[in-house]
């Protein structure tokens, strides 16, 4: 079974800063698609970015990036400029071909003003 | 405007006492779902729909049916509800194909907290 680990239960990062959650996965398949979601309070869940692991050009949105490492089943996501919006629970997932979703535990992100 | 809606945003219920929440969404996605969220464990897939007609388990089927009349329209049905079926719920959907536009990206409703006593 696929899984999807999250190893960080909560972060922090100072107001303006960097700040990068990890994401592991297990998967033997080669083509899938990684995301990263946003929950804020509202609980409202909200797409970060997104990658195809076919592509090895490393997704960037703005001030979200990550660091896809298809070898070692790494998905990391970095934040930088931290912003006192960007505070919430920070999901990752990830879509096999046959279309069943799995998401991690979820890490939750403070930002000191 | 694109959403996916769910209904009702709260419930409180008794055992055993049936209760269906809706799921509508008005993007005309072929792929819809249902995820339910508990603390420290994340969104697990309850079950998911490709198309009309078609529907599938997911992680955590049991307890729970969906069906799949209409494209838009994809509801959770709890037949016998138990304490063990707290939790905060989520319908998604998206289009599926690689030429689709936003393919494989989920479109979440706004979750339904349901309570079992």
């Known amino acids: 079974a696929q899984t999807v680990t999250q190893s960080q239960p909560e972060m922090s990062v100072q107001e303006a800063e960097t700040v990068t959650l990890s994401c592991t996965y297990d998967?033997?398949?080669?083509?899938?698609?990684l995301f990263w979601y946003k929950q804020p309070p509202s609980r409202q869940m909200i797409l970060v970015i997104r990658q195809e692991a076919y592509k090895q050009q490393n997704a960037t949105e703005n001030r979200f990036s990550v660091n896809f490492q298809k070898a070692a089943k790494s998905f990391s996501l970095k934040i930088s400029d931290s912003q006192l919006g960007d505070a919430a629970m920070y999901f990752c997932?990830?879509?096999?071909?046959?279309?069943?979703?799995?998401f991690g535990t979820g890490t939750s992100l403070t930002v000191i003003p | 405007e694109a959403q996916v809606t769910q209904n009702p945003r709260y419930l409180i219920t008794v055992t055993g006492k049936k209760l269906t929440v809706t799921c509508s969404q008005n993007m005309n996605h072929e792929y819809m779902s249902w995820y339910r969220q508990d603390p420290g464990l994340g969104l697990r897939q309850i079950y998911y729909?490709?198309?009309?007609?078609?529907?599938d388990k997911g992680d955590v089927p049991e307890g729970y049916k969906v069906s799949r009349k209409e494209k838009r329209n994809f509801p959770l049905i709890l037949e016998s509800p138990s304490p063990n079926q707290t939790s905060l719920y989520f319908c998604a959907s998206s289009p599926i194909g690689q030429g689709a536009s936003g393919a494989n990206v989920l479109t979440f409703g706004a979750g339904s907290r349901l309570t079992v006593l």
């Open positions: 729909s490709m198309n009309v007609e078609v529907t």
């Open positions: 998967t033997s398949e080669s083509d899938y698609y």
């Open positions: 997932a990830y879509r096999r071909t046959g279309n069943q979703f799995y």
